[in-house]
């Protein structure tokens, strides 16, 4: 992580007075949004505003005045102005191009997958003041080149080390496997591919459960071919709610192969509301 956070720090080169857009590019559970947290917290105070402006593509497709919104975020956030949010603005973008001028900026416009949201954040180099620094994250390197971002960094998956590290983190509070869980580790660890998300999920599902109950979620792994549906499905759970994320869990790792209405049951003893829950995995696909 630190050497992914150095590299995207020096290719920034806040010590030029120039404006610079860089893109991180990589699969959904990545990292993405994780490195350009650190990176944000690593160099803000180097610049006069600073905005972080998460889940782009969710919040700009959530209703129609998605982008207005992200716009006002971006300026009060700049401006250091709260009532810029509240107000009614009429020119958004023309306010964005002059007042944005005003300071030298680091903006992180974080998950964006459509060229569109680009123009109405940060419409070209023009808009800010020499030495701003703008940041994009995107699962889709196209919108980055629509857009003329020339350097571009990509989040690769963990190698087989970090992995095991980031793994037992969850599943036993320690950089190394548990006695005894070392092989049964190992064979989760490969299933995950080295994708973060999966790998913390996996962690913290089978954190405090017994040889049993790995095993046997292992073998109910097997079943899932990992390319075809769990990176799928790693895109569409960012979007679940923490209560759905649990019971998703639950299905594809401990019910899988059982009837529905069992599901269902065992679900609710745990405390979830599975009817909802179920429905809504099914409506996402998963
Ligand atoms: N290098 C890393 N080390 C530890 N945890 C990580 C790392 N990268 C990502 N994660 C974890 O994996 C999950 C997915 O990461 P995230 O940054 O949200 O991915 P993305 O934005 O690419 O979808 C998060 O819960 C995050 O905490
Ligand atoms: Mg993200």
């Known amino acids: 992580m630190e050497t992914r956070v150095k590299n995207v720090v020096s290719s920034l080169e806040t010590g030029f007075d120039d404006v610079r857009m860089v ?8 990292g993405k949004t994780t490195l350009a947290r650190a990176v944000f917290n690593h160099i803000s105070t ?19 005045f998605g982008l207005k919104e992200l716009q006002k975020k971006v300026l009060s956030d700049v401006l250091n102005d709260q009532s810029i949010v509240e107000k009614g603005i009429s020119n958004l973008e023309n306010m964005m191009k002059t007042m944005m001028r005003s300071r030298k900026v680091l903006v992180v416009l974080d998950d964006v997958d459509d060229v569109e949201q680009l123009e109405a954040l940060a419409g070209e180099l023009t808009w800010f003041k020499p030495g701003s620094r703008i940041i994009i994250t ?13 350097c571009i960094h990509h989040v690769n998956l963990l190698s087989y080390e970090e992995a095991i590290c980031l793994f037992s983190r969850y599943a036993f509070k320690t950089e190394i496997p548990k006695q005894g869980y070392e092989n049964l580790s190992r064979k989760v660890v490969r ?29 109910r792994l097997k079943t899932i071919p990992l390319d075809k549906t ?6 569409s759970y960012n979007g679940l709610e923490n209560d759905q994320k649990e019971i998703f869990l639950d299905v594809i790792c401990i019910l899988k192969g059982e009837e529905k209405d069992i599901s269902i049951r065992i679900l609710e003893s745990c405390g979830f509301n599975a009817q909802i829950g179920l429905r809504v995995l099914e409506q996402k696909s998963l």
Not at 46 to 64: A, I, P, Q, T
């Open 23 to 30: 893109g991180i590019k990589g699969m959904g559970g990545g």
């Open 230 to 235: 769990l990176k799928r499905l790693e895109l």
């Open 46 to 64: 180097l610049f006069e505003g600073k905005s972080f402006v998460e889940n782009v593509r969710e919040v700009s497709k959530g209703s129609l």
């Open 138 to 150: 995107t699962r889709d390197q196209q919108v980055l080149v629509a857009h003329e971002v020339k």
């Open 191 to 219: 299933y995950a591919d080295g994708l973060p998300l999966t790998i913390k999920v996996l962690g913290s599902h089978l954190c405090g459960r017994n040889e049993l109950e790995w095993a046997d979620a292992i073998e």
